[in-house]
């Protein structure tokens, strides 16, 4: 649990170990996330490789990272729906679905965007 007292530097601090924290449960618990992880370290050297300009190669790094972000958006709302309950629920199963379709979105974004710029 966070420190709510903490202040300047010691929050600072703070917030890197529980960002930490995420990083390594999203590694282990997500399979999508390890992937899009081994999508990024592939696809990094070949966008500073190919992209032309610094804006391009901006670009392609930052599609991936996009795709990076929006999955742990995605985990954390799909944890705490589990938090929640395991039970079918409409509203559970469509906040679910809503964060697929935005790791979707980020990967057809992502996609798009290296297409645009390599073809």
């Given at each position: 649990?966070?420190?709510?007292?903490?202040?300047?530097?010691?929050?600072?601090?703070?917030?890197?170990?529980?960002?930490?924290?995420?990083?390594?449960?999203?590694?282990?618990?997500?399979?999508?996330?390890?992937?899009?992880?081994?999508?990024?370290?592939?696809?990094?050297?070949?966008?500073?490789?190919?992209?032309?300009?610094?804006?391009?190669?901006?670009?392609?790094?930052?599609?991936?990272?996009?795709?990076?972000?929006v999955?742990?958006?995605?985990?954390?709302?799909?944890?705490?729906?589990?938090?929640?309950g395991?039970?079918?629920?409409?509203?559970?199963?469509?906040?679910?679905?809503?964060?697929?379709?935005?790791?979707?979105?980020?990967?057809?974004w992502?996609?798009?965007?290296?297409?645009?710029?390599?073809?």
């Open positions: 649990m966070a420190n709510q007292n903490a202040k300047g530097v010691k929050r600072l601090i703070n917030a890197c170990f529980f960002s930490a924290a995420g990083f390594k449960a999203t590694w282990e618990h997500e399979e999508a996330f390890r992937q899009e992880v081994i999508l990024f370290i592939i696809t990094t050297p070949l966008a500073i490789w190919l992209g032309d300009t610094v804006i391009e190669k901006l670009l392609l790094v930052g599609s991936m990272v996009l795709v990076l972000l999955e742990l958006l995605n985990t954390a709302v799909e944890a705490v729906v589990d938090r929640v395991f039970e079918h629920h409409e509203l559970s199963g469509r906040a679910k679905d809503i964060g697929s379709a935005a790791v979707m979105t980020s990967l057809a992502a996609a798009v965007t290296w297409a645009l710029i390599l073809l």
